[in-house]
């Protein structure tokens, strides 16, 4: 919230009431609330217009489903993996490169033209 803290909000709290003072605070927090009020008013108001605007059509759009924040990077790259050609489609490796004992359904590791296996940098991306 702003780059507040509890105790920084506390400190703006008193010293608004030190500064207010007791005997105006109940005309400011009446202001405050029809303040709320009006906002509310006018955002229910606006949801009001946007529904009729749209129509029926966007009535039972589950707007949830469209929410950016659901989609998992690892989790759509994983299912589109999954979701890839055969195995038996993928390439071979060259004749005379070595066999490797590759786990079950893992992508065949890369190899470079004189038959070695490509070299692994495990702190790329």
């Known amino acids: 919230m702003l ?9 703006i709290i008193v010293l608004a009431l030190v500064l207010i003072g007791p ?7 009446a202001q405050l609330g029809a303040l709320v009020r009006q906002g ?3 955002l229910q108001d606006a949801k ?10 966007f009535r039972d759009v589950d707007w949830s ?3 950016p924040r659901q989609y998992d990077p690892r989790r759509i790259v ?11 489609r993928r390439p071979s490796a060259p004749s005379g490169a070595p066999a490797t004992s590759a786990p079950a359904g893992a992508p065949p590791a890369p ?15």
Do not use: C, H, Q
């Open 111 to 125: 190899v470079v033209p004189d038959g070695r296996p490509a070299p692994f940098d495990d702190e790329a991306t």
């Open 40 to 42: 509310r008013g006018m």
């Open 23 to 29: 005997e105006r605070m109940p005309r400011y927090a």
């Open 48 to 57: 009001t217009r946007v529904d009729d605007e749209l129509g029926e059509d």
């Open 65 to 67: 489903k469209l929410d």
């Open 78 to 88: 994983k299912e589109a993996l999954l979701d890839d050609e055969p195995s038996a």
């Open 3 to 11: 780059g507040i803290n509890g105790g920084e909000l506390v400190v």
